[in-house]
């Protein structure tokens, strides 16, 4: 769904039903319908209207599965900061519409601070990770400099 003017999604009509639903549907997301409505207090075919609905204006972004990076074989992860040469929205965008798809990249968030990116990047071994900060973040004009954390551990917060 495009956003609205100034970047502000049109959450300010969602109520009590519809913010249960979505906390019902964050702490589990595979949740069926008739237990999410029993759960939230409405009829079953209400919460599927409800939850397409949500599905609609944006407020859900989607579904997925949660898999052990080394299932996949990316056992290593990593938090690339990101300082850009040029703060000009073109070039913002324009990295942050490259940073998304390169390979490995779980997650990019715009930041506030020294730097102005961080991506979550998952990668087969230490060497595999230096070759992406090198073949794709070092190489690219925009990028000023970078900083990799590793990440030892991860735990999913409840909220």
Do not use: K, W
């Not at 759960?39 to 919460?47: E, Q």
């Not at 949660?66 to 996949?72: C, G, M, T």
């Not at 900060?133 to 990028?143: G, T, W």
């Amino acid at each position: 769904m495009p956003l609205v003017a100034n970047d502000v999604r049109p959450f300010e009509a969602l109520d009590d039903t519809d913010r249960a639903i979505l906390a019902e549907l964050t702490a589990d997301g595979r949740l069926p319908n008739n237990a999410l409505a029993e759960r939230v207090g409405v009829a079953p075919s209400t919460c599927l209207a409800r939850t397409r609905a949500l599905r609609e204006c944006g407020a859900i972004r989607g579904f997925h599965a949660e898999v052990d990076p080394a299932a996949l074989g990316l056992p290593l992860q990593a938090l690339v900061s990101v300082r850009l040469t040029a703060h000009e929205r073109a070039a913002v965008d324009a990295f942050r519409a490259r940073s998304v798809r390169l390979p490995g990249v779980v997650s990019v968030f715009h930041v506030a601070g020294a730097e102005d990116y961080v991506l979550h990047v998952r990668a087969a071994s230490s060497v595999a990770l230096r070759d992406f900060v090198l073949d794709h973040l070092a190489v690219d004009p925009a990028v000023q400099h970078t900083q990799t954390s590793l990440i030892f551990e991860q735990a999913r917060g409840v909220g």
